[in-house]
């Protein structure tokens, strides 16, 4: 699990074709790998993988061709910017919100737009995926937690401090780039419950039991 708080900005070192699928080379940059052992995992853009190689600037993952399919990994070359965050451990603060690594799909950004000092940003989503976003909500993108602000049909926007745009991958995407989008874990098991029909019923005698009535 992972938080959505990028710890640092790292660059793709190498990708190198491994019968089929392929074997991604990360230069960490500043992050301290000291913790990190063999078979740890690390999110890069928000999508987690498995450490298999471990050098003292980088590591080294191999990636599937269903994650190059389904995520932004499939497009990245040598020298592109990644948001890289190590797992959670149990004593760490959970400053932004739980966080699995495990892609829903593909989002673009529709449009970046100054509010202030900050960015107003527009991201557009499947329709699969827009249902699960609520205004308020988190959301992750490319790793990255994030307070959905608005949501308009398939479209929501978010804001981003400056800190966020110079501390992330942000900084270099455009209007028409592709992002990882992972929903809120929540979301997805609050549907599950309501779908199968084993939802608790909120009623009057329920709320007071908890303190809410």
């Known amino acids: 699990m992972f938080t959505g708080i990028i710890q640092t900005v790292g660059r793709i070192a190498r990708i190198e074709p491994r019968g089929g699928d392929v074997r991604l080379a990360v230069d ?3 992050l301290d790998l000291s913790d990190v052992q063999l078979g740890d995992s690390i999110a890069v853009s928000g999508v987690c993988l498995t450490a298999v190689t ?5 590591f080294s993952a191999d990636v599937s061709n269903e ?4 995520t932004t990994l499939g497009k990245l070359k040598a020298g592109d910017p990644v948001n890289l965050e190590k797992a959670l451990r149990l004593a760490d603060r959970l400053g932004g919100h739980l966080v699995s690594g495990h892609v ?11 509010d202030g000092r900050s960015q107003r940003w527009t991201f557009e989503v499947p329709a699969a995926l827009s249902r ?3 205004a308020k909500g988190s959301v992750c993108i490319d790793g990255t937690s994030l307070t959905v ?3 308009a049909g398939h479209r929501f926007g978010v804001n981003l401090i400056p800190h966020t745009v110079e501390h992330t991958a942000f900084h270099a995407r455009r209007p028409g780039d592709a992002v990882n989008i992972e929903v809120d874990v929540v979301a997805r098991y609050v549907e599950r419950l309501l779908s199968s029909g084993e939802a608790p019923r909120l009623d009057e005698a329920f709320l007071k039991q908890h303190g809410f009535a």
């Open 149 to 151: 602000n608005e949501v």
């Open 104 to 114: 829903d799909g593909l989002g673009k950004v529709v449009s970046v737009t100054p």
């Open 67 to 70: 994650t190059l399919s389904l």
């Open 54 to 58: 471990l050098e003292p600037r980088g």
């Open 132 to 134: 699960y976003i609520a």
């Open 28 to 30: 960490t940059a500043a």
